[in-house]
């Protein structure tokens, strides 16, 4: 068994890493060398996650390929969104809220190309879809010396677009992305999934967090109708994986996991019609 002193010693002295390494990030943001064109690789070609075999928040501040906290485009974001936050809550609710609604939820955006995965890439487009918004929350947080890692459960979504619908053959969405989140000596989930114009559009409540209790998704929309259910949890990775969900997907529905020049579609626009028309 670990000595409780020594296990305090050794988070402040990997929070002391991250407030070093954010102090230069600073800097450098300062000087204008950081952007959000930031280079891409599109070589990118990592292993596929595991699931988690520790519980222990140090195992979870550290860069992986996908959740890339050590690339300067999710250093500034995460900064920009933590600014004036003082504790590991703050710090975590701003980024929630920042995730939520500074990142446009789409559907659409699914690829099997690896890099658009990464934190970096879904912060250079401003829109994702669950999975990769939970990688760009976890990413951040891990910046600021929250641990974090990312995790996956199947959902019954009653209030999707018809056209999504279709493409998909079924209202079960396999894989919904969720971010664990280390806080008060306990892991919280939360889900910072759909952007507040999208929830009014479709007439759901958006999802809050106060950092205390977990936020995993809306039950039923704003007239009391059913909006989501939860199937099963298929628990957290070490990072994405990436293969083992597309090849789910590709057993699972119809036609969907192509990228997104060949499904097109406008998320946003479908939810506001259908919307009206309810």
Same mark, same amino acid.
């Given at each position: 068994?670990?000595?409780?002193?020594? $296990?305090?010693?050794?988070?402040?002295?990997?929070?002391?890493?991250?407030?070093?390494?954010?102090?230069?990030?600073?800097?450098?943001?300062?000087?204008?060398?950081?952007?959000?064109?930031?280079?891409?690789? $599109?070589?990118?070609?990592?292993?596929?996650?595991?699931?988690?075999?520790?519980?222990?928040?140090?195992? =979870?501040?550290?860069?992986?390929?996908?959740?890339?906290?050590?690339?300067?485009?999710?250093?500034? !974001?995460?900064?920009?969104?933590?600014?004036?936050?003082? $504790?590991?809550?703050?710090?975590?609710?701003?980024?929630?809220?920042?995730?939520?609604?500074?990142?446009?939820?789409?559907?659409?955006?699914?690829?099997?190309?690896?890099?658009? =995965?990464?934190?970096?890439? $879904?912060?250079?487009?401003?829109?994702?879809?669950?999975?990769?918004?939970?990688?760009?929350?976890?990413?951040?947080?891990?910046?600021?010396?929250?641990?974090?890692?990312?995790?996956?459960?199947?959902?019954?979504?009653?209030?999707?677009?018809?056209?999504?619908?279709?493409?998909?053959?079924?209202?079960?969405?396999?894989?919904?992305?969720?971010?664990?989140?280390?806080?008060?000596?306990?892991?919280?989930?939360?889900?910072?999934?759909?952007?507040?114009?999208?929830?009014?559009?479709?007439?759901?409540?958006?999802?809050?967090?106060?950092?205390?209790?977990?936020?995993?998704?809306?039950?039923?929309?704003?007239?009391?109708?059913?909006?989501?259910?939860?199937?099963?949890?298929?628990?957290?990775?070490?990072?994405?994986?990436?293969?083992?969900?597309?090849?789910?997907?590709?057993?699972? =529905?119809? %036609? !969907?996991?192509?990228?997104?020049?060949?499904?097109?579609?406008?998320?946003? %626009?479908?939810?506001?019609?259908?919307?009206?028309?309810?």
């Amino acid at each position: 068994m670990r000595n409780p002193e020594t $296990t305090i010693l050794e988070i402040k002295s990997a929070r002391a890493i991250v407030a070093f390494r954010n102090q230069t990030a600073e800097f450098l943001a300062e000087m204008s060398f950081m952007n959000v064109s930031s280079q891409i690789n $599109t070589e990118f070609n990592p292993p596929d996650g595991v699931p988690t075999s520790s519980d222990d928040p140090r195992d =979870y501040l550290a860069p992986t390929p996908y959740l890339d906290s050590d690339n300067p485009d999710v250093i500034a !974001f995460a900064m920009e969104a933590t600014r004036d936050a003082v $504790t590991d809550v703050e710090k975590a609710v701003k980024l929630f809220y920042a995730v939520r609604d500074g990142i446009r939820y789409d559907p659409y955006v699914t690829s099997r190309q690896k890099f658009k =995965y990464q934190a970096s890439w $879904t912060l250079s487009q401003g829109l994702g879809w669950c999975v990769q918004k939970a990688i760009v929350m976890a990413a951040a947080a891990r910046v600021v010396g929250v641990s974090a890692r990312i995790g996956y459960a199947d959902v019954r979504n009653h209030l999707a677009s018809d056209r999504l619908l279709e493409l998909l053959g079924t209202d079960v969405f396999a894989f919904h992305g969720w971010v664990e989140l280390w806080l008060e000596d306990r892991w919280i989930k939360v889900t910072p999934v759909f952007n507040k114009e999208l929830c009014e559009k479709f007439h759901v409540k958006p999802q809050e967090f106060d950092g205390s209790a977990e936020a995993l998704f809306q039950e039923h929309d704003t007239r009391g109708n059913k909006h989501m259910e939860y199937l099963g949890d298929r628990g957290s990775y070490t990072d994405l994986p990436l293969q083992e969900m597309l090849d789910d997907f590709d057993e699972r =529905y119809i %036609a !969907f996991v192509n990228d997104e020049e060949e499904k097109g579609g406008d998320f946003h %626009a479908e939810a506001e019609a259908q919307g009206r028309s309810s």
